[in-house]
């Protein structure tokens, strides 16, 4: 189905509307639904699921050190329109259709966290064994950014997300208003995600197993990576914004379950890159290109005041070896057709914020932390955090208020987007090392020096591409609550099978864990291993990320 690009409207997601506003903040209820939504013009609706009846859901806007109460309702049906494999994490035995809400890059306790078996059915008619609550709350005790929320239930959030349950959630404050950035019309998210959609109704596709796989495989059975073949942005598919000649402010969202993007301008104009994950960087970063992986976010000013009567497109770079034609070389277009409206008063200017060095700090903790793949007992491609699978003993545990260093050691040959739940961290830096003799030997041994870190990934970050056959050095101060968190990579298909782990921030001034899901063993000590076989690393190639 050739679905023609730039005849669609950027839609801009509604503000969510709070039931009240009392002493203790905003209190919202958005509710989870079945719906269909037109996507193109030239397609039929598609049915999708949705925060409020909407592909990407509403936007919330909070105020820093304002809470936000929201009630997640689901009001889903009991039946999937995407196909589940349940051979995984015991799926046979769960409800089809569950969901839990994540507030990506939010610091907050670990029952409003959104934990991957805390999920809930319709109406909370059956739950997870770790749901704790119906209305989750947001401290917003952290500095201006730009956050999203999706679905994380365990083992199907590939499938949630791909239906279209995720949304924005944007914090103010004060020392953001003083800078005199372009806001109110002229601050615009975009959510960039890809789909396929099937040539006989127009309906979502999503591959029910790899390609060609052996008789042996369940139907359905989770695929290591899904790529689809349209790019949407803000729930339409390659559509266009008309602005006036000024500047304006755009938040980038990579919502892509598993793509990553290479972003530039048809003009030549460079993007200037005011922030990151965790908010305003230290000053503006003038970039030619600009990668993002998915759940990554980028705040960019673009000024359109030379461009007066022209068309802009936002094109997404395939490589040396990428086809230019392929259609997702693009994404969308910027026609600088209306009128100016009054005199632009905003501004980049040359100091953004104050970024604290963490690095100073005293470490209690360096982890080596392998990324690598194994197979499964029917020969599926397994990708593992440090050789551990989901339901293994925990060995993360951080102490609640001490500073660590994570080395990810990425043994595959393709990147990861590394998020860790709870904080923002910063980059240390990147260095190649001897994958095979690590693979053989254990020994890490570096073929080269210490990569910097990008300019623009220098700061703050929750989720960050790990290159492959590179070691990626992150540190963060695990604060300010304790409790169970995970850690994973954000392409979706990797995180649900099994590329996602527990955390644990401990409590030094407390006896009392927090519960702990079945399947789980919390460990006294450091680095044991569970009962279960240890799997035989096994080199896995998923081919090209960024397409």
């Known amino acids: 189905m050739a679905l023609e690009k730039f005849v669609d409207a950027l839609p801009i997601m509604d503000a969510a509307i709070p039931t009240k506003t009392d002493k203790h903040g905003a209190h919202y209820e958005i509710t989870m639904i079945e719906f269909t939504q037109k996507l193109h013009r030239d397609l039929p609706p598609t049915r999708l699921f949705g925060y409020n009846g909407t592909y990407p859901g509403p936007t919330i806007h909070a105020k820093r050190h304002e809470p936000v109460h929201v009630k997640w309702s689901n009001l889903l049906p009991d039946t999937h329109f995407l196909p589940i494999d349940k051979s995984i994490h015991g799926l046979e035995h769960n409800p089809e259709v569950r969901t839990v809400v994540h507030l990506h890059g939010a610091e907050t306790k670990p029952d409003s966290d959104g934990y991957p078996e805390a999920w809930y059915t319709n109406n909370f008619k059956e739950k997870g064994p770790l749901f704790e609550r119906e209305i989750y709350e947001y401290p917003n005790d952290q500095r201006a950014s730009t956050l999203w929320y999706h679905d994380h239930a365990m083992g199907i959030t590939r499938l949630n997300v791909y239906a279209g349950l995720e949304g924005l959630y944007l914090i103010h404050d004060q020392a953001e208003n003083h800078l005199r950035l372009p806001k109110d019309e002229y601050d615009i998210p975009l959510l ?47 559509p266009y914004l008309e602005v006036e000649p000024r500047k304006y402010r755009f938040r980038l969202l990579n919502g892509s379950n598993a793509r990553g993007y290479t972003l530039f301008l048809d003009t030549g104009q460079p993007f200037v890159q005011i922030a990151s994950d965790g908010g305003l960087l230290r000053r503006p970063v003038t970039l030619e290109e600009i990668e993002i992986e998915p759940a990554e976010r980028i705040e960019i000013i673009l000024d359109f005041s030379q461009y007066k009567g022209q068309t802009i497109t936002l094109k997404n770079n395939l490589g040396p070896n990428g086809d230019p034609t392929n259609p997702i070389a693009d994404i969308m277009q910027f026609r600088v057709t209306v009128p100016l409206k009054g005199s632009d008063t905003s501004r980049v200017p040359t100091h953004l914020s104050t970024i604290p060095c963490l690095s100073g700090r005293p470490i209690s903790k360096i982890r080596n932390l392998r990324l690598g793949g194994t197979v499964d007992e029917i020969g599926r491609g397994v990708l593992l955090l440090d050789n551990h699978f989901w339901h293994d003993p925990i060995t993360e545990t951080p102490t609640l208020g001490t500073t660590e260093i994570w ?136 081919g090209e990320h960024h397409m």
């Open 192 to 238: 960039i995600q890809d789909r396929t959609f099937n040539e006989e109704d127009g309906s979502l596709f999503y591959p029910r197993q790899p390609n060609n796989p052996p008789e042996n495989y369940p139907n359905p059975s989770i695929v290591p990576f899904f790529g689809g073949n349209t790019i949407l942005v803000n729930g339409k598919v390659w």
């Open 407 to 542: 080395n990810i050691i990425n043994t595959t040959n393709f990147p990861h987007p590394i998020h860790i739940h709870l904080i923002q961290f910063q980059v240390l830096g990147h260095q190649p090392f001897d994958v095979e003799l690590f693979n053989e030997t254990g020994q890490l041994t570096f073929t080269g020096p210490i990569i910097a870190p990008k300019v623009n990934e220098r700061g703050w970050k929750d989720t960050l591409a790990a290159p492959a056959g590179q070691v990626t050095r992150v540190i963060g101060h695990f604060a300010p609550y304790p409790g169970l968190y995970v850690w994973h990579c954000h392409i979706l298909e990797h995180e649900d099978y099994d590329m996602m782990r527990p955390m644990y921030v401990v409590d030094p001034n407390s006896n009392t864990p927090i519960p702990l899901p079945p399947g789980h063993e919390h460990e006294s000590g450091e680095g044991q291993q569970s009962e279960r076989p240890r799997p035989i690393p096994t080199p896995i190639d998923h």
